[in-house]
């Protein structure tokens, strides 16, 4: 049973650039949620999406946007890189209307911007 | 607004001793908490969770205090062992929210033999 895949696992990117990182939930679930993970930090919630469709969204730029495909699978896209946007970005998968189970998270995308 | 708190940044425990890592929170509409262990260059695993219409939950060696007044919960660890050494995170939602979950800053537990 394969659990949380995120694609790439390092990523380097240049300030003012674009990047787009990639999520295959679990299988059997249907919801995906990105969290954001600085260094010294406990992970933040960028947002969560659900059918297709941006459900909720924490405290994060319009430079953070997401997209959920039929089956399942999402993207991170970050616009206008900075550096502060250096991060370890992790990706959590979940069933909604099942009975309750924790969230499920890959190992994530580390990305470093210089 | 952190309104999670795990004061303690690291904590050092002898093998077969027990471990404690606190946490707190300052939103009282938080009505589940759980505990996250995090390994290095792994993403974060579910440990337990609770309620907060219980006071208490076990799960093995692993039990969840939680003191709603006091806005307090502690993991305990009972024996501690070396393969218990890790991050610990505390997070916390609230109904309808499940997974938006506010995380703490995380304990890095150290068992040494």
């Known amino acids: 049973d394969a659990g949380v895949t995120q694609s790439p696992t390092h990523l380097i990117k240049t300030r003012g650039q674009q990047v787009t990182l990639r999520c295959s939930p679990k299988?059997?679930?249907?919801?995906v949620s990105w969290y954001q993970q600085a260094l010294g930090q406990g992970p933040q919630f960028i947002f969560q999406?659900?059918?297709?469709?941006?459900?909720q969204r924490g405290n994060f730029p319009d430079r953070f946007s997401g997209h959920q495909f039929p089956n399942y699978s999402s993207e991170l896209n970050v616009n206008a890189l900075l550096l502060g946007d250096s991060a370890l970005y992790l990706c959590?998968?979940?069933?909604?209307?099942?009975?309750?189970?924790?969230?499920?998270f890959g190992n994530g995308t580390r990305l470093t911007v210089t | 607004d952190q309104q999670v708190k795990q004061n303690s940044p690291s904590l050092s425990v002898q093998e077969g001793r027990i471990s404690i890592l606190n946490c707190d929170y300052t939103n009282s509409m938080f009505d589940y908490f759980l505990w996250y262990k995090k390994y290095p260059a792994e993403g974060p695993t579910f440990l337990i969770s609770?309620?907060?219409?219980?006071d208490k939950n076990e799960d093995g060696r692993f039990t969840v205090f939680l003191n709603k007044s006091a806005k307090h919960l502690s993991l305990h660890i009972v024996p501690s062992q070396p393969g218990d050494s890790a991050v610990y995170f505390c997070?916390?939602?609230?109904?309808?929210?499940?997974?938006?979950?506010?995380f703490g800053t995380g304990t890095r537990l150290q068992v040494t033999l």
């Open positions: 299988s059997g679930h249907d919801t």
């Open positions: 959590a998968s979940s069933l909604t209307g099942g009975p309750w189970s924790p969230l499920h």
């Open positions: 999406y659900y059918e297709e469709e941006e459900r």
């Open positions: 609770i309620s907060s219409i219980k």
């Open positions: 997070a916390a939602s609230y109904t309808g929210t499940a997974s938006k979950l506010t």
